[in-house]
Every structure is written in C-alpha cells, then in structure tokens.
C-alpha cells in the first residue's frame, strides 16, 4: 500500500499530532508522517514527533519580515519533504490566502467547536457564554477563510452545569483525537468527494 506523505505544522503541546502519530502506526493506515513544522522553537509537539522518528523544523515566524515570507520557507520545507498532505495541529498562525490555495483539498485543520459555530479563539468561553447545550468539534479542508471550508467529521460533547472552560475543552480534546485520524485517513485513501461546500465520505 502506498501511503500519502504528510506534514503537520504545530505551535505547542501537539495532543493532536500524537494522536495522528499513533493512528499512523498501523502498518494498514494510509497516511505517514514524515515532517512536523513548529514556529515555536519550545512547542513539546516537536519532541513527540522526535520520539516518533519523525523528522523536524523549527521556522520561527519572528525571523520573517511578513506572513508571506514565513509561509513561502514553510511551503519549501513541506516541499523539501515531499509531503501531500498538511495537517494542522494547534498552528496559531493564520496562512495566506496563496499558501491556502497551493494546498486546498489537501489541508486539514482541527477545531474546538462544532463548525461553523464559535469560529477564532477562546472557542470554550464563546460556548459557555452563549449558553449551548452541546458543544465539540471539528475537522474541516482549510480555505482562505478563517475557520471555514468543507467538513469532514465532527463530533459532540455536552455542555455540562458545572463546566469551566478547562472543564469543556479536556472532554472536547478526547474527541479531537478519535476524529482527527479518521479523517486523516479518509482523505489519505481517496475517500473523501466534494459537492459544493458538503465533503462526502465513501
């Protein structure tokens, strides 16, 4: 089995990626990670990926004059690695619009919310304040728009009284981990059609 070559860009502690370093493992799983791509020389995601075997960058986006520049050295280092496809994991940059456009429909990003609900940060609070009943979260293909693009999976949680938003976001964080691989997985294989912003699963 031939299995697509990913790279995954983080910022910090990298849950997520060791979610998808663990999915990966399986000898039948159709995605490897072969880079992972920190802008914080500190993130632990990148001693995960090290652990792993994985190979790492750190690309500091202080040293770069502008967004573009950073994600031009970024591009080049997934390029470098000839990866296919980019997962973000926790990556507090905002990408430009070409970076987006290079990678579209094959670029995934994990959100703490049920999509297109409680789009940016601080996704917990939004929650809490606003008073939802049933929260969760998201994997969707990345456009240009922050927080948007055709999703993939999600899955719920509920929002319980007693919860803060530590509370919200640990139960939420569990099922990021089961969701993420699996939708890794599904764009891996080729089984993932688009029909206007719906993205079919086969």
Request: proline share 5%; hydrophobic share 45%; glycine share 8%.
């Amino acid at each position: 089995m031939s299995r697509k070559r990913v790279g995954v860009l983080i910022s910090g502690g990298g849950s997520n990626l060791q979610a998808l370093i663990d999915a990966a493992a399986a000898p039948d799983y159709p995605a490897e990670i072969v880079l992972v791509i920190s802008n914080r020389a500190d993130a632990f995601g990148l001693e995960r990926a090290a652990k792993a075997g994985i190979a790492t960058r750190i690309i500091d986006h202080k040293r770069f004059p502008d967004r573009e520049s950073f994600d031009r050295e970024t591009d080049s280092a997934l390029r470098d690695a000839a990866c296919e496809i980019v997962c973000l994991a926790g990556f507090m940059r905002i990408l430009t619009p070409a970076f987006v456009e290079a990678w579209q429909g094959r670029m995934l990003n994990i959100h703490p919310s049920l999509l297109p609900s409680f789009k940016g940060l601080h996704v917990q609070r939004q929650a809490l304040e606003a008073g939802v009943k049933i929260a969760g979260c998201t994997v969707h293909l990345v456009t240009p728009d922050l927080d948007d693009g055709p999703i993939l999976e999600q899955a719920a949680v509920p929002v319980l009284d007693g919860d803060d938003e530590s509370s919200l976001s640990a139960r939420i964080l569990e099922q990021e981990h089961r969701i993420y691989p699996r939708a890794l997985a599904a764009l891996a294989a080729g089984r993932i059609r688009l029909e206007g912003r719906r993205a079919l699963t086969s």
